[in-house]
Every structure is written in C-alpha cells, then in structure tokens.
C-alpha cells in the first residue's frame, strides 16, 4: 500500500509517525512523510523534517520527506490524489469531555475533502 503521512509538529503527529513506520514495516507499506506548516506546533517545519528523517533512518526505512508549503490540508489532498496514494494517515483526534472526538483544523479538512481513503491515529 501507497501511504502519504502528513505530520505538523504536534505530539499527536509524533505519535501518528511512529505508528505509521511500524505499520510500514509490519506490512511492507511504500511510506511517505509530508510536512506540513502548522501555526498551532512549536517546532519549524525543518525541525520536523530532520525529526521524521531521524525515526526513519533508526527504523531503516527509506521513505521520501518532503515540507508542503501552503494551505496544509489542500496541500495534502493534492499530493495523494495526483500521486496515486492508497491511504492518507494524520495524527489527531483529541476527545471531548462528553467523549466525542474533536478533530484539528487540518485533520478536518482532509477528511472532508479526500477522495482518498483517511486514516486517523490517535
């Protein structure tokens, strides 16, 4: 399977990274990291780059990282849709106190606007 992980810097998308490497590995999956900018995140995209190159060279996985610049989300669904992904994975989806999940601006915009199919790592 073709996968296009998009990642901005939040713990949720560290977390969304090394469960998506591990599902690559386990399944043979073709992974790449897209980095996006995300206001809401601490570190710079190139920080989180250098991240996602850093836990895939540990992993031994050799995938392709990219910075998407511009509207993150739109960006993100362009990238799968004329690059032929099979899934698009984001990290995210905190719950609510009446246990509902509550999903970021940009995890909410691909999910409603992919034609691909959208996994979400919580």
């Known amino acids: 399977m073709k ?5 901005g810097g939040s713990e949720d998308s560290f977390r969304a990274l090394e469960k998506t490497i591990e599902r690559a590995l386990e399944a043979g999956d ?3 990291v897209a980095v996006l900018e995300n206001p809401d995140s601490e570190p710079t ?6 991240r996602a190159r850093d836990a895939l060279a ?3 996985l050799d995938a392709d990282v990219r910075i998407v610049e511009g509207h993150p989300g739109s960006g993100l669904v362009e990238i799968a849709e004329s690059e032929g992904y099979d899934r698009i994975v984001l990290g995210g989806g905190e719950t609510s106190p009446l246990g509902k999940v509550q ?3 940009i995890a909410e915009f691909v999910l409603l606007n992919a034609h691909t199919s959208v996994t979400l790592v919580r």
């Open 30 to 32: 073709d992974l790449s």
């Open 58 to 60: 540990d992993a031994g």
């Open 103 to 105: 999903l970021g601006s």
């Open 3 to 7: 996968l296009l992980l998009g990642i």
């Open 45 to 50: 995209p190139e920080e989180v780059a250098d």
